[in-house]
């Protein structure tokens, strides 16, 4: 599969506008994706996040991957083990910080399964732009059945 749309996304994940981070999924693997969004110089966050200068903040760089890693467990995991369920963050470890990226870039974002123990999902994943490495975290995931009270 390749270049699938928000359309595709959503229908995977629960993440929506304004705080979806993946504009297309331009490859998808057994155990790794390859998704891409393109930094609207208009988002609010360049308004407020070192106005003189902007730049993407890297926690939100980091939800990417992380959306990129739950779309993959998705796509991979088998319908019994999602049943209802979908993936969630459970542990973020080791974040690199490389270079900025901001306003009008590309970024293409991957995620890649390490291994699944159980019930949890260990991943890997990236960010870079222009071919240059701008994040790296190591994180994992496990199932969220509902909202609890």
Known sequence: MADMDQAFITACIPHRPPFLWL????????????????????LDVFRGHYPDQPIMPGVLLC???????????????????????VPVLARIQGAKFKRPAGPGDTIDIRA???EKIGA??????SVKKAGKLV???EFSCTLSKGKKE
């Open 135 to 137: 994040v790296q975290v």
């Open 23 to 42: 504009d297309r999924v331009v490859a998808l693997a057994d155990d790794e994706i390859h998704a891409r969004t393109r930094l609207d110089p208009d």
């Open 112 to 114: 890649r399964i390490l």
């Open 63 to 85: 939800e990417a991957v992380f959306q990129a890693g739950a779309l993959l467990i998705a796509e991979q995991a088998a319908p019994e083990e999602l049943a209802g369920g």
């Open 120 to 125: 949890a999902w260990f991943l890997k994943g």
